[in-house]
């Protein structure tokens, strides 16, 4: 699984080893970069709505005190200094090597330096999906990642009303969903350093019973002393509504900055005809051609 990106010049070895990691200090700002992927201009209201997904995240975020975001809504800002001092960089996205961070060694090489100086790193939905050349490094970003053949996708019912004693479920509340889910995730070598969050597969559900193989969310402490956040759910924008779900993904990206939660989680209310707002407008998918049956 060896990328062909993923040979570090000696530059990036010595960043890896003497960069420091990113610390939140009192009236620092805390600099959040989301960055939506393409959203598709033919598809259902509402599926894998990137941009309407960054624009409520970024209201949710900015009801926490002292917290900045910037808005990437192609895929890949044209003017890449907006990274700078970058707390974390939220990547809601295509996957499947449609992430437009993959495009090219110099977009893959921006990434690995923001992992390197302790940004924060969060993938949302099918950003979690790589390419089997890319699995390693991006493991070494994340913590885990989607692997066509190993790992599991579907949409499937799921209830979700236990979380751990963890930072970024402070507050989160039970919820039940129909939701797009990437499991199976192939994680770092004997988990070391994650933390799972939330369960979900077929046969057990949303309940831990699972075990690692239903994994869809989980923190990952970096052995660069950074942070990185994933969760491979929100294939739809209706899902934003759950406040439990909206907790977990505000604590999440808080957490992968370096933030503080409260015991009682972040502020992250927001109104339903505000969420339909946001909604990306879409033009109808053609319609399927009508088949007949054989007599």
Not at 181 to 187: A, E
Not at 218 to 237: C, K, Q, V
Request: hydrophobic fraction near 40%.
């Amino acid at each position: 699984m060896q990328s062909p990106f993923h040979a570090a010049t000696p530059f990036v070895v010595i960043l890896l080893v003497m960069a420091p990691s990113h610390i939140i200090r009192a009236n620092e700002p805390i600099r959040i970069v989301l960055v939506a992927g393409e959203t598709a201009k033919k598809d259902k209201l509402g599926h894998h709505d990137y941009v309407g997904g960054c624009k409520c995240l970024a209201e949710l975020l900015h009801q926490t005190q002292n917290v900045q975001t910037v808005t990437v809504e192609e895929g890949w800002p044209k003017d890449e200094s907006i990274f700078a001092k970058a707390s974390s960089v939220v990547f809601y996205t295509d996957g499947g090597g449609k992430q437009a961070f993959l495009e090219n060694r110099a977009r893959i090489a921006r990434v690995q330096e923001l992992v390197n100086s302790g940004t924060g790193i969060v993938l949302i939905h099918q950003a979690l999906d790589f390419p089997e050349q890319f699995a390693e490094q991006a493991q070494s970003w994340s913590g885990g990642v989607y692997v066509q053949g190993p790992s599991g996708r579907g949409h499937w019912d799921s209830k979700h009303v236990d979380f751990p004693n963890h930072p970024i479920a402070s507050g989160v509340v039970p919820w039940e969903i129909n939701d797009g889910w990437l499991n199976g995730l192939q994680f770092v070598k004997d988990m070391k350093r994650i933390t799972p969050l939330v369960w979900s597969g077929k046969t057990y559900a949303g309940s831990r019973a699972g075990l690692d193989a239903d994994i869809v969310a989980f923190a990952y402490d970096r052995p660069d002393g950074g942070r990185s956040f994933s969760f491979s759910g929100l294939d739809a924008h209706s899902a934003w509504s759950l406040p439990g779900m909206r907790q977990l993904v505000v604590n999440g990206v808080l957490w992968s900055a370096g933030a503080s939660i409260p015991e009682s989680g972040a502020p992250c209310s927001i109104d339903e005809s505000r969420l339909f707002e946001m909604q990306t407008p879409r033009e109808a998918l053609p319609a399927k051609p009508a088949t007949t049956k054989a007599k």
